[in-house]
């Protein structure tokens, strides 16, 4: 019997009825594509500077699932087409405002957020068009197969891709060394992501349900499915149960606090613990499936003792450091978990549309609001600072400001956990949280909103520290007689003045990083004859000297050549793959003069690596600018 292979035309016509069926959705697909092209043609410094690449690239990675959310939840309701395209505008419009609201720069806050939210919308995506069955006082099979087709066409979606990826990037090496073509390697990120993107959503979308009568159809379960469920993942859930039951009687036996790490344990046990009773949920009434919701009731009944070793374990550390954002939703899983197995002890097993329908609500209320983690968190950790600086004597008239000089000597445990706390809001760019108990402002300076993250979370708790004058104490010390040393450091680019027009810059350095052509400024002043520049050229081969014009554009003065230094010393001292050798200082001085203007360049160190026909130049070392008067 020959095997039918898809046609183009019927491969075309299925592509297009998706398209039709889910334009929005992919055309986040094709959004993440493009701004994953621009990103790969980035190079690392340029890519900080680009102010829209997380807000686009996170507004597209939670538009995929809201719109497809929607559209489906349109077709099982039969929504009119006003309803349908009104809530999809509406959904445009929630990303528009995500991307008015997001940082440039993705922090520990944002990527919590963004994590839910993500979780949120993709359980919106499975319980959304069924949401009228929370209603019903029994399961029925078309909720079940609808989500059991989505998993399934989610992993051969990633298969296909996977094996694309693999497949296509041997193909390219073949090319390149079967033909001595030179492939370029960032051809390799662009199929990873056409193929990560617009292929995997597309494909995915193809398999999408699309009449949902046929879904409450009785159909026969897969065996390959129960055998998984039955000999692969209750064994392990089991197990888990065991080693965390011998756990808790020795920490009964012992009477000690549990560690804080047998929280994600526990979590674990519960995840896998409900997804093998959800796929084993349709034949759990069969007679000879008894054991199904035997097994079901005792490990509900079980989660119970564990559940409460869970809330003990991360009680003792929000009593001692307070909430955090992780603490927060270990504590709200733990109570969804609490929720979840009564309801089902009470119910037999029945209503499984209230897992995704419940968890999605806790998600998105823990993503934004009052409530959510990042506010309870806050709030939390100001509580604490308060309450360490009233029972220390820290405040006067209310602020902080000077505490340190008021008691210089604080336990080296309470000094690390003011540390912490300043680092928790610094690091969430969050310092102004705490301007109620500080009268130096903590806001950001204009300059540096639009600086890297390290150098704004670097200001903000220098800031805090400063201001408070409180000592920053390392969290992992543990000696109270440690040593408090203080480092600095001289701004790399600046210069100093020697008088009579001489200039010395103490840091001169260029290093070439792969695939990074860009020209790169390594050193400014801006002195009474002027402002100047040195500029890297040809891959760090060319240093040019540099002024700004009456114009206001700069005006190349002279060049040194590091390039051709390293190119002849190689030639001379390099006969294996990695040479390293010592010179006297004058074999890496250059100097040229143009005009009232003496340039020096002592170079430190000069490498030469060279990949094929590409040759790029690392240096390091001082410079002395001499401008005579004219």
């Known amino acids: 019997m020959a095997i039918k292979l898809p046609s183009l035309q019927r491969l075309t016509a299925e592509a297009a009825r998706v398209a039709r069926r889910f334009p929005l959705t992919l055309l986040c697909a ?55 395209w009104g809530s999809l505008a509406g959904a445009l419009g929630l990303l528009g ?128 499915l129960k055998l998984f469920t039955q000999f692969v993942l209750l064994p392990l859930v089991v197990l888990y149960l065991v080693i965390l039951y011998a756990y808790l009687a020795r920490i009964v036996g012992l009477w000690t606090l549990p560690k804080g790490w047998v929280s994600t344990l526990i979590l674990a046990l519960a995840v896998a613990g409900i997804f093998a009773l959800l796929l084993i949920h349709p034949i759990r009434q069969a007679a000879e499936n008894t054991w199904i919701r035997t097994f079901a009731r005792w490990f509900y009944l079980a989660l119970f003792p564990l559940l409460g070793l869970l809330a003990v374990a991360i009680g003792t550390r929000v009593g001692e450091y307070g909430v955090t954002e992780e603490r927060y939703i270990v504590l709200v899983l733990a109570a969804w978990l609490f929720c979840m197995a009564i309801y089902f002890l009470v119910r037999r097993g029945q209503g499984i549309i209230w ?33 360490i600086s009233l029972r220390y004597k820290l405040l006067k008239d209310g602020k902080l400001d000077g505490a340190g000089k008021r008691v210089p000597y604080l336990p080296l445990a309470v000094r690390q956990r003011i540390s912490s706390i300043f680092h928790f809001f610094a690091e969430r760019n969050a310092a102004e949280q705490l301007q109620p108990l500080f009268t130096a402002s903590l806001q950001l300076p204009d300059a540096l909103l639009a600086g890297t993250k390290w150098e704004q979370v670097q200001w903000q708790s220098n800031q805090l520290f400063a201001v408070s004058l409180l000592v920053r104490a390392d969290p992992e010390a543990t000696d109270q007689a440690q040593e408090i040393s203080a480092s600095f450091a001289a701004d790399a680019t600046e210069y100093l003045k020697l008088g009579d027009g001489r200039y010395w810059w103490a840091n001169v350095r260029f290093t070439q990083y792969p695939h990074d052509s860009t020209d790169k400024v390594v050193a400014t002043a801006s002195v009474r004859e002027g402002s100047f520049r040195l500029r890297t050229q040809e891959r760090g081969r060319t240093l040019l000297l540099e002024q700004l014009g009456a114009n206001q554009r700069w005006q190349p003065r002279l060049s040194v050549f590091p390039g051709r230094v390293a190119d002849s010393l190689a030639r001379q001292h390099s006969h294996n793959q990695r040479t390293y050798l010592q010179l006297p200082a004058t074999n890496l001085t250059l100097r040229a003069t143009a005009g009232n203007i003496r340039f020096q360049l002592f170079m430190r160190e000069l490498t030469r690596h060279q990949q094929q026909n590409t040759v790029g130049y690392d240096f390091e070392g001082q410079a002395l600018l001499e401008i005579a008067q004219p």
């Open 355 to 387: 897992i995704p329908a419940s968890l999605a609500l806790v998600a998105f209320l823990a993503a934004v609001g009052p409530l959510s983690a990042f506010a309870v968190a806050q709030r939390s950790q100001r509580g604490q600072l308060r309450e």
């Open 97 to 224: 405002l995500w991307y008015g609201l997001a940082p440039a720069q993705l922090d520990t806050t944002w990527g919590i957020r963004l994590a839910l939210l993500l979780l949120a919308l993709h359980l919106a995506v499975a319980a959304g068009p069924y949401v009228s069955e929370l209603r019903g006082r029994a399961d029925t099979p078309g909720f079940w197969r609808y989500n059991e087709t989505l998993f399934l066409r989610i992993l051969t979606a990633g298969l296909y891709s996977g094996v694309l990826f693999v497949g296509c990037s041997l193909a390219l090496v073949a090319i390149d060394n079967l033909f001595d073509v030179k492939v370029n390697e960032r051809l390799y990120a662009y199929l990873f992501v056409v193929l990560a993107t617009v292929f995997n959503t597309w494909f995915f979308l193809a398999g999408v349900p699309r009449n949902f009568d046929e879904l409450e159809q009785e159909a026969v379960y897969p065996k390959g």
């Open 30 to 84: 094709f959004v993440l594509c493009g701004v994953g092209f621009y990103v790969i043609d980035l190079d690392n410094e340029a890519e900080q500077n680009v102010q829209w690449l997380f807000p686009a690239l996170s507004a597209a990675g939670l538009g995929l699932s809201l719109t497809l959310a929607l559209a489906l939840t349109a077709e099982r309701y039969h929504w009119r087409p006003g309803l349908r």
